[in-house]
């Protein structure tokens, strides 16, 4: 506690002391050697109850100035402190021995307080102040037996009165039809709440009669007939009436007032017990504390009968109520399969459900271990106005303390773990450094908390505090926390086992994918086996078609000449075109094989000096039938006089004819077909000679033409023609193989234009083999 809260809280103390004991003894004007009834020993064991034992510092200040006060020496007065402060602090050390808690809720507490408090606690201040005055003249020993009891009796009956007046309407105690929280703003709802169910002109009456009947029966004037009825239980009836209807709170005034006016009266020289004591003053006093004594026994007893019933009566009204809340919040935590979401319902609906000021929970590594270096606060939920934990608890230590707290180590299990570890008072409970530190920074008063337990390991922690002030923590509560804790070790399985399931899921995605993409590319390849299938059928079935029917012509043309002759004569010419037919067929299926093993050429050369236009007419020639019969007219520009060139002849030609083919092929009848040859004075050396074959045909796309030299082109102009251009993709081959290049240039509608260069007999001719 802060220096200046702790004068501050000593000081009140003090004054509170001061002022009721100046009262009484103002009052008390009896001519007697101690009061009746001493109200402030009352105050002073109640504020100890209440509060912490370092408050003992306002007991001793405020019974020191009222010794003073009263003219008594500074000795006696020393003496007089320190025997109110012993018994206040004996009182209070033998209740909290017994285990006792500020509470008069039951008739177990309220024997314990009066066989304690009231009867045990006043001893050491009697003892104390009486053998003072005998020791210091200033009471014969003989009288050593009365003034003791004197003071006793006193301090008894102060403390029957007084004490249980600041313990139920200081305390905050569990509310009666409220199974959780007992903070301080819960409290104070539930006593508005109560005192708003207390009818007006209830309330009205019965403190009207209340103190009409006290006032009669002790303080009013009264003759001797009157005084031989027993007037005195005639406040019990009100009494009880409070019991009943209003509680602890009610019942311990009613006791207050009536005492209060029955020790007035007394003062006042009034009342029935001068009459019963035929006016002798020493046998009123012990009149009127027997009746006080009997009648706050009496209201203890009843007031903790009748709490302990309205308890009962709360737990069996609200046990279906905390099932049902139970399974509602149990439901919403494991309504979830994320971890976070589990853990950050958990502390908002514990906090919700206890009525707590922090509830969070710090997780463990799976050696019960923390989390080095991090944040071991992975959820939290706090009320406004307290300090958040998130940030702070990052040491090591601080987890592993309190981890050691739930920990129990025996000889059957030494890592045995307390299922619920509960700190009604922080201020009072033995705590490590680093605890205490985290009590101080987080203002922690009250806490408990429960081991989280997944798989037999210690997950982690979940701790529930009270910060406004200390806390009684309810075996309800205890247990309450306990089945929330099972709720959520189950729930953070399932979460355990969702997100393992869901790795699994996306390994499992993972390899489907790539076992698709695995058998797509399978189908791919087999698509490609389908498509070199279907280009092996049309090559056989369209582009090897040409030669031979070239080749069957002739011989069809021999045999319907010698149609009976048994030896047809074949002319040279003829035969050596059979023989070229058969040659280009060769070639044709070699460049198909070529095409499907390596793009390299393996085309071999037979190269010797030639003149070009001895080639193009070779080619022309062979051509002039197939030429003759689409009506193509032809312009050939290749000049005698080039220089000739070192070139395999039968390949060369063969180029010539492919290309006049595909534009014949590919175009209508009427084509014009221009050929001519130059040499190429644009590259350097060596030398080129540049050969065009152009057409006015159809023309071609870029597409068209980027992919019309590649082996599995279907066709110029349209894909679903049949062909594959093996002849271009062959003439491609003899071009490269010899040194040169070829190409096109061709635009839709405006003809096209194929081109290739041949290098002169002087310069490097590159044969390939």
């Known amino acids: 506690m802060p220096l200046g809260a702790y004068l501050l809280k000593t000081g009140a103390i003090a004054l509170a002391y001061f002022v009721v004991g100046r009262l009484t003894v103002f009052v008390a004007n009896l001519g007697l050697e101690a009061s009746p009834i001493w109200f402030p020993a009352g105050i002073a064991l109640g504020v100890l109850l209440l509060g912490s034992t370092n408050v003992w510092v306002g007991i001793s200040l405020g019974s020191s100035l009222l010794a003073v006060s009263v003219g008594v020496t500074g000795a006696a007065a020393l003496v007089t402190a320190v025997g109110t402060t012993l018994s206040a602090i004996v009182g209070k050390a033998l209740l909290r021995q017994v285990g006792w808690s500020s509470s008069l809720n039951s008739l177990r507490g309220a024997l314990k307080f009066l066989a304690l408090a009231v009867v045990v606690s006043p001893i050491p201040n009697a003892t104390i102040r009486t053998l003072y005055a005998c020791i210091a003249g200033l009471s014969p020993w003989q009288q050593f037996s009365s003034q003791w009891w004197a003071i006793a009796l006193g301090d008894s009956i102060g403390i029957l009165v007084m004490a249980p007046l600041l313990l139920v309407w200081l305390s905050k105690p569990l509310p009666n039809n409220v199974p959780f929280g007992s903070n301080a703003s819960v409290w104070w709802q539930q006593l508005q709440h109560q005192w708003r169910r207390w009818r007006t002109l209830e309330a009205l009456l019965w403190v009207t009669l209340l103190l009409s009947v006290s006032w009669f029966v002790f303080c009013a004037s009264m003759h001797a007939g009157k005084a031989r009825y027993p007037l005195e239980i005639l406040p019990l009836a009100p009494i009880v009436w409070a019991a009943l209807r209003f509680g602890q709170q009610g019942t311990v005034v009613s006791g207050f007032i009536v005492s209060s006016l029955a020790f007035w009266g007394l003062t006042q020289h009034r009342g029935p017990f001068l009459m019963d004591a035929n006016g002798n003053t020493q046998q009123a006093t012990l009149l009127l504390q027997t009746f006080v004594g009997v009648t706050m026994g009496i209201v203890l007893m009843l007031a903790a009968a009748v709490a302990e019933r309205q308890q009962a009566e709360a737990q069996l009204r609200f046990a279906a109520d905390r099932e049902r809340l139970l399974a509602e919040t149990a439901q919403r935590i494991r309504r979830s399969l994320e971890l976070d979401e589990i853990l950050n319902t958990t502390v908002s609906e514990v906090r919700h459900l206890l009525q707590a000021d922090q ?147 996306v390994s499992l995605e993972g390899q489907v994918q790539a076992r698709t993409a695995e058998l797509q590319q399978r189908m791919q390849e087999l698509q490609s086996l389908n498509q070199v299938k279907d280009l092996l059928l049309h090559a056989v079935a369209h582009d090897l078609r040409t030669p031979v029917q070239g080749m069957l012509m002739v011989l069809n043309s021999l045999r319907s000449r010698h149609k009976d002759c048994e030896a047809v004569p074949v002319p040279c010419g003829k035969f050596d075109r059979m023989v070229q037919s058969c040659d280009h067929q060769l070639n044709l299926l070699n460049s198909l094989l070529e095409g499907h093993t390596d793009d390299t050429p393996a085309t071999v050369l037979h190269c010797q000096p030639v003149h070009l236009h001895q080639v193009v007419d070779i080619a022309l020639s062979n051509l002039k039938p197939l030429l003759s019969e689409n009506h193509v007219t032809l312009c050939a520009q290749v000049p005698c006089d080039l220089p000739p060139i070192k070139a395999d002849l039968q390949q060369l030609r063969q180029v010539f004819e492919s290309l006049l083919l595909n534009a014949v092929k590919h175009n209508a009848p009427g084509l014009t077909i221009t050929l001519n040859a130059t040499i190429d004075t644009t590259t350097a050396a060596p030398r080129m000679i540049h050969c065009a074959i152009a057409d006015n045909g159809r023309g071609m796309d870029q597409n068209q033409c980027d992919r019309l030299f590649q082996l599995y082109v279907r066709g110029i102009d349209n894909q679903h023609l049949t062909g594959i251009g093996l002849g271009l993709h062959r003439c491609r081959q003899v071009i490269t193989a010899h040194g040169g290049q070829v190409g096109v240039a061709s635009h839709p509608g405006k003809g096209s234009q194929f081109w290739f260069t041949l290098p002169l007999a002087d310069g490097n001719i590159n044969a390939h083999s």
């Open 359 to 505: 509830v969070f929970i710090i997780r463990l590594d799976p050696c019960g271990q923390g989390l080095s270096g991090h944040n071991l606060t992975v959820a939290e939920s706090v009320s406004p106005g307290w300090t958040s934990v998130q940030g702070w608890v990052s040491d090591q230590r601080v987890a592993q303390e309190i981890e050691a707290l739930f920990k129990q180590k025996t000889s059957e299990n030494p890592c045995n773990i307390k299922p619920v570890k509960a700190i009604d008072d922080t201020a009072q409970a033995d705590k490590p450094p680093l605890i205490a530190e985290y009590y101080r920074y987080c203002q922690v008063k009250a806490s408990i908390g429960v081991p989280i337990m997944v798989h037999h390991k210690m997950f982690g922690i979940l701790l529930v505090n009270q910060c406004s002030g200390p806390r009684h923590w309810l075996p309800l509560e205890t247990n309450l926390l306990e089945q929330l804790a099972t709720q959520v070790e189950i729930a953070i399985q399932q979460g355990q086992l969702y997100q393992h399931l869901q790795t699994l899921t």
